[in-house]
């Protein structure tokens, strides 16, 4: 890169993937990766800053000054350009935005009015939208003019005069449309649409459902306000898979980037939940104190306790990450959500009872004692089949509450059956060995 | 449903969007399915069937018979019919194929081929493609010939006489070129494509990553074989985030159906894992049995077992989970691992002190015993440490390896870190508090 002149690096970027040129710009220092940006031109140089991580921009904007920045962001499609800006402390955002063009800025800080995880958030303003007067020759015309500016020419919205979606058609139709005929004749009168307000992730699942490359979203008068294409549907649909599992391994992340956070920050995302599960363990510790009688004088007791509070838990995790990720892509649905439930009750009984079976063997042969054996063994068996169930409803009810289910089950049933699991081994201890 | 005559039920199908109407499916009676798929045409049937839930397909056919279903099939495109052949028994998909007329019956047979996880497995043979030296003008009627024959016309892919691909133009770019120019001077020569065996998740991130709506699958010799719609690239990648999940919660499902299989066999598919972690709980016991001198003198450190045992896999469950989720998506990347594996060490130490001070204090308030509490304290720290960066290196290691981070990680580390966990405590105890 150093060896190559400008104009050897202008055609050699020519010929290269945005993509890829992102993928390669961390590995060379700051001063090349100026040059690089530079030599690409306003309208690739987009593309490319568009998909770098989020982490490398402010030193980028920083050694390419704001003003070349603006001239990038001006190139950027306007929803990227509000994702971008929408990450920047609020005085580089401003100034950015004041160094744009008039028209390019409004539209993005029209954006950036709609929450990040929103339909608003999402969707872009570049789309094309045409009265329904006038003919399929002249929409093609149209979109032969406008291809160059908007995110898609693949579907054309028709609207009336009060800007209120009514139709829609895609250029595939289009193409295959009588020339003459008048958009009114040929567009589809149903159309799936969005609402502005509406949770990126419901109108992801939306395009996913019906299989489409841009979904409208329109205000509360159903008015045209933009469109959400399906790129953006991908990027969507991976961080939501992101969050669920992040937040069953019981770690909050707010939507935040997982790899560029500092340790210290890291750190103390993490700690409320562990600490706060600990206490969960403690208190399941204060169960084993009252039965401390009980556990001095049949000292194996205590040999079984990480597989008496492992077993459950585990066993819960799996219902658990089973129902939760059913109810985020539809699987589990209103349908199946009775039936869903019952069967893993089921599920719980019969891995309830073969692990108890295989505790208590294992006891016996092991501490050469059928009482204790009997005692592990129907200690797990319960406990399994208490956290299996929980695990399957317990998101339920919490979904059903208008919370997270990835996001409140798994600490709570954690606890709850740390304690349950400690109650149950020891009663039945105190009262089938004593 | 069952007062519409067989003209107002075809009315009424033909105002719904196909999605709905298998979602509404399932809420009638299995006769008025039969009646409903009649009605709405083999077209709308066909695309009805593929958004069905697979459990539901076996009656339909039994009940529609296989020849009216082999209508549908024919009017379904490869790849989706290819799926639904794919998941029946031998003898019905041979039935059907059978039935089917011979053209489309050898696409789909071409399918079954590949493996239902590659490029193969999920592509359609239904594309465009084209001599290089037709003029613009040219390829937009042949579009407008086939555009409802095949799965998108919004990409033409241009061959030579080898039918080894050689570019590719959007529809977009096509009615913005002039009419009279040949392929060969518009076309992008430089086009992503895959591989017809590569993993279905390797070409379902290319296609987010390059923002395309679809990509070429060629074989060895760059011979084009069918094309990926970014349509199939969403039910992939959910897919794919589904398996994560469920891996991580120690549930290998081996890309089955998740909610419809029956209690026995969700119980049999759990039971391995659960009992294997259970004797990782045994080990761990056995280490504290190795102890049970220590134990009997100081009965309370059996109180913060549950604690111990649990903090630690907590903590590496987070670890795990991010770095898990980093990996498959790519934000975990060649440039970021060190980074990565290196800032998960300084946040086990943070967290592992953190909360190991918080258990510490908590164990002389309530013990009222400063060694014991310095005993729990350190050994919870020193145990979080270990497990976070395990949590973080260890999924590495394993796709290192070849193998899949997202299952064998968990329950490894699981059982690692229970008999570390015990070992640790007791042995700080027996050094301290004797």
Excluded at 60 to 87: C, H, T, W
Excluded at 89 to 117: I, S, T
Excluded at 191 to 204: F, G, L, M
Excluded at 321 to 330: N, P, S
């Amino acid at each position: 890169l150093h060896q190559l002149n400008e104009n050897k690096l202008q055609d050699c970027l020519k010929d290269l993937h945005p993509a890829d040129i992102a993928e390669a710009l961390p590995r060379v220092p700051l001063a090349q990766r100026v040059r690089v940006m530079r030599a690409a031109g306003p309208e690739k140089a987009a593309l490319i800053l568009y998909e770098l991580d989020r982490d490398m921009i402010p030193p980028l904007l920083e050694a390419l000054g704001p003003k070349r920045l603006a001239e990038v962001l001006n190139d950027m499609s306007d929803d990227d350009a509000a994702d971008i800006l929408g990450e920047l402390p609020e005085n580089q955002k401003d100034q950015l935005l004041n160094l744009m063009e008039d028209a390019e800025a409004n539209d993005v800080r029209e954006l950036l009015k709609y929450g990040k995880n929103t339909a608003g958030g999402i969707m872009t303003t570049e789309y094309v939208s045409l009265k329904e007067d006038i003919t399929v020759a002249r929409a093609i015309d149209h979109l032969r003019q406008v291809g160059s500016e908007v995110e898609t020419i693949y579907y054309v919205y028709s609207i009336n005069e009060n800007a209120e979606l009514t139709g829609v058609i895609s250029l595939r139709e289009l193409i295959m449309a009588p020339p003459d005929a008048r958009l009114e004749q040929v567009v589809t009168r149903r159309v799936v649409s969005a609402n502005v307000w509406d949770d990126q992730e419901k109108v992801a699942r939306m395009v996913a459902k019906y299989d489409i490359i841009a979904i409208p979203v329109v205000n509360d008068h159903n008015q045209l306000l933009g469109i959400v294409t399906v790129d953006d549907v991908l990027d969507v649909l991976e961080e939501e898979a992101t969050e669920d599992i992040l937040k069953l391994a019981n770690l909050d992340v707010g939507g935040q980037d997982l790899v560029e956070t500092g340790p210290w920050q890291r750190a103390f995302r993490r700690l409320p939940w562990l600490v706060g599960l600990l206490f969960g363990g403690l208190i399941a510790g204060n169960v084993i104190k009252g039965f401390s009688g009980t556990l001095e004088q049949v000292t194996a007791l205590a040999f079984f306790i990480t597989a008496m509070a492992g077993g459950p838990g585990n066993a819960a995790t799996q219902s658990l990450a089973l129902v939760v990720r059913g109810l985020a892509t539809g699987e589990v649905n209103q349908r199946r959500l009775l039936k869903t439930i019952f069967k893993e009750a089921q599920v719980g009984a019969i891995v309830g009872i073969v692990s108890g079976a295989v505790l208590a063997l294992v006891a016996v042969l092991w501490q050469g004692n059928t009482s204790l054996g009997l005692v592990v063994g129907l200690a797990l068996a319960i406990n399994i089949t208490i956290s299996t169930m929980l695990g399957s409803f317990f998101p339920v009810i919490i979904q059903r509450l208008g919370a997270d289910p990835a996001v409140a089950s798994g600490p709570f049933i954690s606890t709850l059956m740390d304690v349950t699991s400690m109650f149950v081994y020891f009663s039945l201890a105190t009262w089938l060995l004593l």
